[in-house]
């Protein structure tokens, strides 16, 4: 989401043509398509870097990949690990955990087909998806997710690419007992590994299909105009303009119940605005809409009824690059952090639909871990701003180093920048330059394992389980070097990464509370970013669309968990 966990709106922003990709859905064509079969049209908010599941990172990307790849296990309806390719989920009762709880053994259902009817699903490919995962030839957004906790991961991982072989993957913590047995080995007990069996990257790809002939490039497997994109998920990735639409279709051969309707289609709108008008004429059913518009939609007797307001677990930031000038400076971070009024952002910017927070980790992911206080020295202060500029490497406006503001291009994306430019030059006085980007552009730049995007972005978090493991070091830790795609700041601490490793290790509850309050004090106090706050995720729904289940861990894709129940009233 998710990063994968960035929510939904984060990629939402680039321009297209009105005419080109909202008019066309509302032709007589299209009405006598959708009247032949249910169709649903939910917009697609941006060209999607990719949707291969070891890959994907980024919240749009990870909703794809639940309706076209299912994982070991899936989310409920309450966010409980349940069944999906495994039979059950693993506990001590039923031999799935080890006694010292560092075994977790899955049984596979032995019916569960590939896509393409070539198959079923087996624990080998399960393997194959792992060792793709933690592979550095992949540049996986999670290459360094299971550092730490499953055998040999870190060795894997910080591999040089060229010198990983298969002995080297095959030194990796799992193993497929037999054809439907698959197991894993952890360095140390982890109560939250059935969530991460849950997660999009449990996905097992099928090796024939990720790596036949002819491919144009490595991610190449993921476009259908390249050869069918054989998955197991409800449904099928058909077409794919990029650009401009996506398509997915029933999969006849879903090893669970088959999905409501018989086509998805999504329209890849990236600018909130021309997703709005598309919605207003009936083109769309579930879009986004500008967040300048909120309270006129809230106002609408129509649209009000239509509004989705739902909870995010994200947490929404100003992202430096830590490892080029002027960031490097941890001063001039200072700086920008205290110049940012968050009070005047969420009223203007979001419409007040953020809730102020100002370190990492809200109470739901932290638990007992959770500090009220921390970060709060650190919110808006002209007079301290000033002071760490003047303290900084580079004292004088005039001369400041230029700084880029990054963003996906769009309505939401030129006020966020604009708000920004404002900002900083009213209380530092330093002229920052708005650099907007393709969509497909942005999310690749800051996925970058090693080189971060420079100057700064909004960027954010999303909880994939809700567990301080999955936000510390999954997010910010280094080794003190960079690697870790999901660190856009390229934030490097020993003593940080010492106490989140140390946290994440460690099996008593109250003594892990505290290694992990002591790992957010020193991120938080190391201006890594500047924390703005949690957001809502508001869409628009079509009364015509039944069985959306909202989700506070689906980045803002509503249903998005649980596509197959999706359907629509023709």
């Known amino acids: 989401m998710n990063n994968k966990r960035l929510p939904r709106i984060q990629s939402l922003l680039a321009l297209v043509a009105l005419a080109a990709l909202v008019l066309p859905l509302a032709s007589p064509a299209f009405s006598a398509h959708a009247q032949a079969k249910k169709v649903l049209n939910y917009q697609a908010g941006g060209e999607p870097a990719t949707i291969d599941p070891q890959v994907a ?4 990307q990870v909703a794809y990949t639940h309706a076209l790849f299912a994982s070991l296990l899936r989310y409920d309806h309450d966010s409980k690990p349940s069944p999906w390719l495994a039979k059950e989920v693993p506990t001590v009762a039923n031999g799935g955990i080890s006694a010292d709880g560092m075994t977790y053994t899955y049984k596979l259902r032995n019916d569960f087909k590939w896509s393409d009817g070539n198959g079923v699903v087996k624990a080998q490919d399960v393997v194959y998806a792992f060792q793709r995962l933690a592979n550095p030839k992949t540049a996986a957004g999670y290459g360094a997710f299971l550092n730490g906790l499953l055998v040999n991961a870190d060795t894997v991982n910080n591999t040089a690419p060229d010198k990983v072989d298969q002995k080297l993957l095959d030194s990796l913590g799992v193993i497929a007992v037999d054809d439907f047995t698959v197991q894993f080995k952890l360095v140390h007990p982890a109560g939250y590994f059935n969530q991460i069996a849950s997660l999009w990257l449990a996905s097992p790809v099928r090796k024939d ?17 390249n050869g069918p994109v054989v998955g197991s998920g409800p449904y099928t990735l058909t077409k794919w303009d990029h650009n401009k639409e996506m398509v997915f279709t029933k999969n006849p ?23 709005y008008a598309g919605y207003k004429s009936g083109a769309l059913d579930i879009s986004l809409f500008p967040a300048a518009e909120i309270p006129n939609v809230k106002a609408d007797p129509v649209l009000g009824k ?18 080029k000038p002027p960031f490097d400076d941890q001063k001039v971070r200072e700086a920008f952090t205290y110049a940012l009024n968050r009070d005047l952002y969420i009223h203007v910017i979001t419409q007040d639909t953020y809730t102020k927070f100002l370190s990492f980790m809200s109470k739901d992911v932290a638990g007992d ?7 709060k020295a650190y919110d808006f202060n002209p007079d301290k701003a000033k002071a760490a500029l003047a303290a900084s ?8 180093p230029a700084v880029n503001f990054n963003y996906a291009a769009g309505a939401d994306g030129q006020r966020r920048a604009d708000f920004m430019q404002a ?18 552009a942005y999310q690749a730049a800051t996925t970058d394992p090693i080189n971060k995007l420079s100057g700064f972005q909004r960027a954010g978090w999303c909880a994939d389980y809700l567990h301080p493991s999955d936000w510390l070091y999954t997010v910010f830790g280094s080794n003190g070097k960079a690697g870790n795609a999901n660190n856009q700041a390229g934030f490097t601490s020993k003593a940080f990464d010492d106490a989140a490793q140390k946290a994440d290790n460690e099996a008593d509850p109250a003594k892990a509370a505290e290694l992990y309050k002591a790992a957010n004090k020193i991120l938080t106090d190391s201006f890594a970013v500047a924390y703005i706050g949690s957001n809502l995720n508001l869409d628009l729904v079509t009364p015509r669309v039944k069985g ?11 249903g998005s968990f649980f596509w197959e129940e999706i359907d629509i009233a023709n």
């Not at 920052?432 to 393709?438: A, F, G, L, R, V």
Request: proline share 9%; with cysteine; glycine share 8%.
């Open 393 to 400: 490497k580079y004292p004088d406006p005039a001369t400041f």
């Open 306 to 323: 239509q509004l989705l307001q739902y909870p995010s677990a994200c947490e929404i930031y100003m992202n430096f690059d830590n490892t």
């Open 253 to 275: 051969n879903y090893g669970g119940t088959l999905a409501k309707i018989d086509e998805i289609d999504l329209p890849i709108i990236q600018d909130t605005a021309i997703a």
């Open 369 to 375: 871990a959770f500090d009220p206080d921390l970060g």
């Open 57 to 60: 990172s980024y919240g749009d």
């Open 423 to 440: 900002q900083i030059q009213t209380i530092l006085g330093i002229n920052i330059t708005e650099n907007p980007m393709d969509n497909a």
């Open 548 to 558: 959306l289940i909202a989700n506070s861990l689906d980045g803002g894709l509503p």
């Open 209 to 225: 299909n990720v790596e036949r002939a002819g491919l144009p490039d490595p991610t190449g497997w993921t476009d259908p105009a």
